[in-house]
């Protein structure tokens, strides 16, 4: 298959459409910032918006990162300089998305020892979640823990993360 060897030179294109390294100034900074694998937030955002700053999903997150607002106002609250958010429209703007879902990913991945399904199921699904499947799985191989994720929704992203992530 294709993701099985590195590409052509004339398969690059398809790759760099299909994988783009859109805002990638600002999520490196994030990534760094946050203590993130390269890449890791890449993948994140790719997931996420397909990289469109406009995106409003149904459950009302915002932006790059489709982040809610109380969670971007927690982690903004948090962080050195603090990042206001006071209206869901400023997650629209790339900078702020980024930084405030890069410093997220980063919370969980410390929370979670750098276990990387885990931090990913926690930005998806929530911390009261993410800490019963820490609970019930610490141990498991990446690979069995993803697939006794057993919100159907949650597994589906964190394999979808991770996929593009290996790309």
């Known amino acids: 298959s294709l993701l099985d060897r590195v590409p052509t030179p004339d398969e690059l294109l398809l790759w760099r459409v299909a994988y783009p390294r859109a ?7 994030a990534e760094r910032t946050a203590a993130v694998p390269d890449y890791f937030l890449q993948a994140l955002v ?21 982040l809610l607002p109380s969670t971007a106002r927690s982690i903004g609250a948090q962080l050195h300089p603090r990042v206001p958010v006071s209206q869901p429209e400023a997650l629209l703007d790339p900078a702020t998305s980024i930084r405030l879902g890069g410093a997220l990913l980063g919370d969980e991945l410390r929370r ?19 800490a019963r499947w820490w609970r019930a799985m610490q141990g498991e191989p990446a690979d069995e823990f993803t697939e006794e994720i057993n919100i159907a929704e949650t597994r589906a992203y964190v394999k979808r993360v991770l996929r593009t992530y290996a790309v």
């Open 112 to 130: 979670y020892r750098g276990f990387l399904p885990l931090a990913l199921a926690a930005y998806n699904a929530g911390g009261p979640a993410a």
């Open 23 to 29: 805002y990638r100034p600002l999520i490196e900074e």
């Open 46 to 66: 790719r997931e996420e918006s397909a990289f469109d700053p406009g995106a409003v999903s149904w459950a009302g997150a915002y932006g790059l990162t489709q």
